[in-house]
């Protein structure tokens, strides 16, 4: 059973910085590329960034480039996302994806205000 399990969310204010974890279990990890996405209050889902399986290449969405970097360890399982120059706009749920099967974790919140 595919698992994923996100962390590390919490309130930030503008311009802070935040790390999210995704642990994942259930298949094998270091053979999937990943994605984050997101949910922001009232809107659909959003990709946020993509990382292959060996974590050589990386994409992200314009309205993150140059902020968030998505990283992984496939030795433990676990996929990142480092968010810096955290906006208002960034406020979401945000999930570690499966894009293989669709599946997602049940997302942690990300809440930038002052």
């Known amino acids: 059973e595919v698992q994923l399990v996100e962390s590390g969310g919490g309130l930030v204010q503008p311009g802070g910085s935040l790390r999210l974890s995704c642990a994942a279990s259930g298949f094998f990890f270091s053979s999937n590329a990943m994605n984050w996405v997101r949910q922001a209050p009232g809107k659909g889902l959003e990709w946020v960034s993509n990382?292959?399986?060996?974590?050589?290449?990386?994409e992200y969405a314009d309205s993150v480039k140059g902020r968030f970097t998505i990283s992984r360890d496939n030795a433990k399982n676990m996929l990142y996302l480092q968010m810096n120059s955290l906006k208002p706009e960034d406020t979401a749920v945000y999930y570690c994806e499966r894009p293989r099967s669709g599946s997602r974790g049940q997302g942690t919140q990300v809440t930038v205000s002052s």
């Open positions: 990382i292959n399986s060996g974590g050589g290449s990386t």
